[in-house]
């Protein structure tokens, strides 16, 4: 059973940077993607981000060009470093194992807690 470990997040200010990560404890090999996910208040989870074989990126076009998603996989780790924040990041971010089949992400494992981040003046 994989579990997903999350870690980051806090209360951040607009324009400033932030990395959250997430690593799998057990084996993901049968996965060929990790993703990242929020949810603001009120609103439906989204995708942020995803990563999948060969590095491949995508991205939410609400974040694209400011976050990056990138992966460790020695350490099982994926993370999401966040750039010119706003308010409209504010959100529960979860990460998790993912298939990517045909142009889309399917999440395979039940949420997590999520990493709180707030952006706020």
């Known amino acids: 059973q994989v579990q997903l470990v999350e870690s980051g997040g806090g209360l951040m200010r607009p324009g400033e940077s932030l990395t959250v990560s997430c690593t799998a404890v057990g084996s993901i090999a049968s996965f060929n993607a990790m993703v990242w996910y929020r949810q603001a208040p009120g609103q439906q989870r989204e995708l942020v981000a995803g990563i999948r074989d060969g590095d491949r990126t995508d991205y939410a076009d609400s974040v694209k060009g400011r976050f990056t998603i990138s992966r460790d996989n020695a350490k099982n780790t994926v993370y999401l470093q966040m750039s010119r924040l706003n308010p409209e990041d504010t959100a529960v971010y979860y990460c998790?194992?993912?298939?990517?089949?045909?142009?889309?992400?399917?999440?395979?494992?039940?949420w997590g807690r999520g990493i709180q981040v707030a952006v706020s003046s």
């Open positions: 998790n194992v993912a298939q990517y089949v045909g142009g889309h992400y399917y999440p395979r494992l039940n």
